[in-house]
């Protein structure tokens, strides 16, 4: 099986589908000819043709609303918003079109459209180029929130997406598009060659949206992750040395509420991690959900590891960034509590 | 299902030359200098609806001033211009190479563009605003902002006046006019319209310049800006840079194929100057009128500066990837620095001996400033308290704040 990093990955991912169904299409900011600035669709028009792999005026609203048009025509269009962070101009199309179409119209219209975006810290890319913005989507019902953590997941769950007849958000942590990042940044730069998840078949393979994976089993308390922090949680709990169980939930929305009741049933324990500042985010409503499903198992309050409730700031990247220390001492405290 | 009608085609729009390709710029039609009409600035909106598709230039290609819009600047003046673009071009080739060495994460330069910011900043007052893009340092320079609080930016080191909580080159400089910049592109030009309405509002005399990239002017910011500019007769001058590349997408992708960025304001009623924005006279007499038409209650103006992007987008992407080699050479405007420095040096009033004596003189001042930037500490080695990352989120931190800050340990 070849190996891949993230970004063939999906690349392999778009051409499976460009290739296996004439109704879709790609567009989006510099992702034509050029191949995008992560170069996730490179080679994709040279080999396609021009209207199946474009570039889009700069106006990630316009994209949206067009390709809400699109899907609801019969097509399945992929659009790349350039990085998470600019995807606000395109909430509102997000929101009150794509999430609602298919409610409002009972079923007349949908929009089977894909909006994958770039997302997350870790690169020093200041305010704009860093955010993770998952929780204002997993408020909307109607739209479904992806956020892969390795090369194989990240093309079979990109292919359910597409095929999904509904709207989906795709969000690529963008820090581990070239190699796995644990977040101790003082370490050599890994790529994904050797690391599990790089083996990726070439052919046309699905990862269902709702379905978390089990990186690792353990018995005393439960770790959730995704995307980048899936690799941070793996160094936090080997520096805790606590014998933790880690999830990596793939999409938040569907969320695998199963397989996170069951674990917690069974650890009584559970820390929550993600990048995205800590007030309002995603951890909340799932320290929410545990606590009404499994209170009378925990033995400690959940706990939740996030970035900071500040703007995502340049010169202070790992100030910032949720690494494996503080993970690892949120992991003793639950133990201790 | 078939009927007789012809299958329709989806069009995508392609630039007239890729790698590989020879550049060419003969697909545009560039008009001889000084052939462009100079209505009075106070004519009706209805009487100026042929300038949006002509194309304002004073310097012709011997780099004599000539026509009706010749702003008969002073010899001071033009050197002034010149000293601010060379120390912006200057500036900016060494701070990219400090991205290369690993000093800093990022950077942008303003490479043949130089004449926007520098121009404009002389022309308008100190108590307008600027509500610039990342390619208008030259806006800085101009006003003579000090290099070394530029560089500490760059560094998001101890120093760093935005106390390191932006990405390199988005500055903010109220003292000077220019107003804080963001990563997203466009999201300030309904500001300016904003802040000219408050001067008018106040009863003030102040009025306000936005600034956009051809390609942003996709965004609906742009769009909203005009609409409201032009309902509240604010006294504004909205620009769009057009340096023909929006990082690869060639300036079709933003509507370019069919019409110029100027005659966007035909259908919002607002005049449209379409100006040659490497020639520095040509920006300040079009920048002039639309100031005076600000400053009389005539409301705003779109300017369009025709110029083109000669680097790269940013450190982050080679230009040899999207675009012809030697394109940037072919332009037909040419270098707005050689071509202000050939009108002095027509005019008598430069040489090339003084104009390497300036650039010796901007090089040391740069190197100078890097070099105190440097002692302070470049990325990574030096950087604000951390607890400046949790001041400035509200006036004042509230609990949240308070007690992240103390897990810190700060
Ligand atoms: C809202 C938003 N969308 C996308 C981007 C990514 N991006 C940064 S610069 C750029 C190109 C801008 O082109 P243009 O407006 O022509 O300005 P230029 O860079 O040519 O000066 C893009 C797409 C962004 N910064 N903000």
């Given amino acids: ?337 | 299902m078939m009927s007789n009608t012809p299958k329709l085609q989806l069009h995508i729009p392609t630039p007239p030359g890729r790698p590989g390709d020879e550049p060419t710029f003969d697909h545009l039609e560039i008009p001889p200098a000084g052939t462009v009409r100079r209505p009075d600035m106070s004519a009706p909106e209805a009487d100026l609806r042929d300038l949006p598709y002509g194309l304002i230039r004073v310097l012709d290609d011997a780099g004599r001033a000539v026509g009706p819009w010749n702003p008969n600047l002073s010899a001071d003046r033009l050197r002034a211009g010149l000293r601010a673009m060379l120390l912006t071009r200057t500036f900016d080739e060494r701070l990219f190479r400090l991205h290369r060495q690993g000093k800093t994460s990022f950077y942008m330069k303003s490479e043949g563009e130089e004449a926007i910011g520098a121009c404009q900043s002389m022309v308008l007052g100190r108590d307008d605003m600027a509500f610039p893009t990342y390619r208008m340092v030259s806006w800085l320079m101009a006003r003579d902002y000090p290099l070394v609080d530029l560089v500490n930016q760059i560094f998001s080191n101890a120093q760093d006046p935005l106390k390191g909580r932006q990405l390199p080159i988005l500055y903010s400089a109220r003292q000077y006019g220019f107003y804080s910049l963001s990563g997203n592109v466009g999201s300030r030009f309904g500001a300016a319209v904003g802040w000219a309405m408050a001067s008018a509002f106040k009863g003030d005399d102040k009025i306000a310049i936005g600034y956009i990239g051809e390609g942003t002017t996709a965004e609906g910011d742009f769009h909203e800006a005009l609409t409201f500019a032009s309902v509240y007769r604010a006294p504004v001058i909205l620009c769009v840079t057009n340096n023909q590349w929006a990082i690869s997408s060639f300036s079709g992708i933003a509507g370019a194929e069919t019409t110029t960025f100027a005659a966007k304001a035909l259908a919002y009623g607002l005049p449209g100057l379409r100006v040659d924005g490497n020639d520095f006279l040509a920006i300040w007499a079009a920048t002039e009128w639309a100031a005076e038409r600000a400053r009389s209650n005539r409301g705003a103006t779109l300017i369009e500066l025709f110029t083109y992007r000669a680097g790269g987008h940013s450190t982050s992407d080679d230009p040899s990837k999207y675009r012809p080699a030697g394109e940037a050479a072919k332009w037909p405007l040419g270098d707005p620095v050689e071509r202000l420095k050939q009108h002095l040096v027509a005019l008598g009033e430069w040489d090339e001996t003084r104009h390497q004596a300036l650039q010796a003189e901007l090089t040391e001042a740069v190197r100078a400033a890097v070099k105190e930037g440097e002692a302070v500490g470049c990325l990574g080695k030096s950087k604000p308290s951390v607890r400046e990352m949790f001041e400035g989120v509200f006036k004042e931190p509230d609990w949240r704040l308070i007690e992240q800050r103390r897990e810190l340990g700060i």
């Fill in chain 1, 1 to 337: 099986m070849p190996t891949m990093n993230m970004i063939q990955a999906l690349n392999s991912a778009l051409d499976v589908m460009l290739t296996e169904d004439p109704d879709t299409l790609i567009f989006g900011e510099d992702v034509g000819y050029f191949g995008g600035v992560f170069r996730v669709t490179e080679g994709l028009q040279r080999k396609h043709g021009l209207t199946r792999c474009f570039d889009a005026p700069i106006s990630e609203g316009g994209i949206v609303a067009t390709a809400i048009g699109m899907g609801a025509y019969g097509l399945r269009p992929i659009v790349e918003i350039q990085f998470a962070d600019y995807i606000l101009p395109a909430y509102d199309q997000l929101v009150s079109e794509a999430a609602r179409l298919r409610y409002r119209s009972n079923g007349e219209f949908f929009a089977p459209i894909t909006v994958r975006a770039p997302y997350g810290g870790g690169i020093f890319g200041g305010q704009t180029h860093s955010q993770s913005p998952e929780a204002i989507f997993a408020h909307i019902t109607g739209l479904k929130t992806v956020i892969p953590s390795n090369p194989y997941d990240a093309k079979g769950l990109l292919i359910a997406a597409i095929e999904d007849d509904d709207p989906v958000i795709f969000l690529e942590p963008k820090r581990i598009y070239n190699g796995p990042f644990d977040g101790r940044y003082d370490q050599l730069l890994k790529v994904w060659a050797g690391e599990p998840g790089a083996e990726v078949p070439e052919g046309r393979y699905t990862v269902p949206l709702g379905k978390a994976a089990l990186v690792r089993k353990g018995a005393d308390v439960t770790v959730i992750a995704y995307g980048t922090m899936v690799h941070v949680a793996q160094a936090g709990i080997a520096e805790s040395g606590v014998d933790a169980e880690l999830i990596d939930l793939r999409s938040i929305v569907p969320l695998d509420i199963e397989t996170i009741v069951a674990s917690v049933r069974k650890t009584g324990r559970c820390v929550i991690l993600h990048e995205a500042s800590r007030f309002g985010g995603f951890g909340g409503e799932l320290s929410a959900l545990i606590q009404e499903r499994c209170f009378y198992h925990l033995k400690s309050p959940i706990e939740r590891v996030a970035g900071w409730d500040t703007p995502y700031p340049h010169a202070f990247e790992w100030d910032y960034f949720p690494g494996p220390k503080r993970l690892a001492a949120a992991l003793i405290r639950t133990l201790e509590a």
